[in-house]
């Protein structure tokens, strides 16, 4: 079976289906099982050079396109894996790379290639303005050398997991600033520091869900954050921090694509395998056309998805091709999902097929990273020019 995603750097998904092929269903299993963290999975991925994909050479990394990244992560799900682990690692570079100082790149980026520091926490989202981001309320507060910042974040991954995080705070007032985009700064705080201590500014709480995805709520009482850890310019931290949006979208597209195609293609093989009645239920087209269908849906979404990783790549807008990438691809990997238990029926509940695990896994990208009812409301406004909703 041919994908049209799988003609992009095919050296890199060889190397990473190599990787692959040491974590099997039976290790994914055992971590969901105890909601635990694939340490081992991580750091083969470090030290192979694949979570440095995005970061120059001159700074100890590859140097690669998004589109390598989206290849990257596109074959650990296709694999069989996940790569909600790490995959914030690489959109997060997208705010450092492009607007942080060559100072701040200097200090950080060579320890993050080398594995020596994890940047995989993104504190943006708060309980009370969820993606309505421009209404969030956290705060820093400028003293001297220092911001003081105060606030709590939730759904952010990893937090237990990461030595640094990118941290999005109001700095200006929403009723003081001229313009709704405007007010907002973004931060790198240094987590080790932060947690240490027997009263830490920083408190991390895991919160349990119906996947093994290591989310938590973070808390932030009167946190000191140097000012040389602000990047870019204060005020502007939300226009930076959509670059790290829209190449978190375009990789998260690709990790669904990578779903999709495991999904086709275990219940392809199940259905060729299956005999009730005396034949292989693939030979029923109640079993054939929902894989048909969604195999079509997974090609066609692979196109979008080339096409906003293309944009980005060039440095072109590219919020509405992003954005409808991560929808059309991960309506694409449910679509697959389904039909991928509906052929496997009872035993597509059993934990030893991996299709309940990937299956859960794959119900995440209807809400997040941002709903599929907010993406729709973009389209309908910025490039249908249709009056606002939200």
Same mark, same amino acid.
């Given at each position: ?112 290639? /080398? ?180 195999? /079509? ?22 919020? /509405? ?70």
């Amino acid at each position: 079976m041919t994908d049209f995603s799988e003609s992009d750097f095919p050296e890199i998904r060889q190397g990473v289906r190599a990787l692959c092929a040491d974590f099997p269903g039976a290790y994914w299993r055992a971590l969901d099982r105890d909601r635990a963290y694939p340490k081992a999975f991580v750091e083969a991925l470090t030290q192979a050079g694949y979570l440095a994909a995005l970061i120059p050479e001159e700074y100890g990394g590859s140097g690669l396109p998004l589109s390598a990244a989206a290849a990257i992560l596109e074959e650990v799900h296709a694999s069989g894996g996940n790569g909600g682990a790490c995959h914030a690692q690489m959109y997060t570079m997208g705010t450092i790379l492009r607007h942080g100082s060559e100072a701040q790149k200097k200090e950080w980026l060579p320890e993050i290639a /080398a594995g020596r520091l994890r940047l995989q926490a993104f504190g943006v989202s708060e309980p009370s303005s969820g993606t309505d981001t421009l209404s969030l309320t956290t705060t820093a507060r400028r003293e001297g050398g220092h911001y003081i910042a105060n606030g709590q974040k939730v759904w952010t991954s990893r937090a237990e997991y990461s030595d640094l995080m990118l941290l999005l705070a109001r700095t200006t007032a929403k009723e003081e600033v001229k313009h709704k985009g405007e007010g907002l700064s973004v931060f790198v705080v240094d987590l080790r520091e932060a947690t240490r201590g027997e009263n830490p500014p920083v408190t991390i709480r895991p919160i349990r869900t119906m996947i093994n995805h290591a989310t938590t709520e973070v808390f932030i009482d009167n946190l000191r954050v140097p000012a040389e850890n602000l990047i870019g310019e204060e005020g502007r931290g939300f226009r930076h921090v959509l670059d790290g949006m829209n190449a978190e979208r375009i990789l998260i597209a690709a990790e669904c694509l990578g779903d999709a195609r495991w999904f086709v293609d275990t219940a392809r093989v199940y259905a060729c395998e299956r005999r009730v009645f005396g034949r292989a239920i693939g030979q029923n087209q109640g079993i054939q056309f929902p894989i048909a269908r969604a195999y /079509a849906q997974a090609q066609a979404a692979a196109l979008m998805v080339r096409q906003a990783a293309t944009l980005f790549e060039a440095g072109q807008p590219c919020g /509405a091709e992003a954005n409808m990438a991560k929808m059309l691809a991960s309506e694409a990997s449910w679509a697959a999902a389904e039909a991928c238990l509906q052929t496997h029926g009872g035993y597509g509940f059993a934990e030893e097929y991996d299709v309940e695990r990937k299956y859960r896994e794959a119900r995440l990208y209807q809400v997040a990273p941002i709903s599929t009812n907010l993406i729709l409301a973009h389209i309908a406004e910025h490039v249908l020019g249709m009056p606002r909703s939200y």
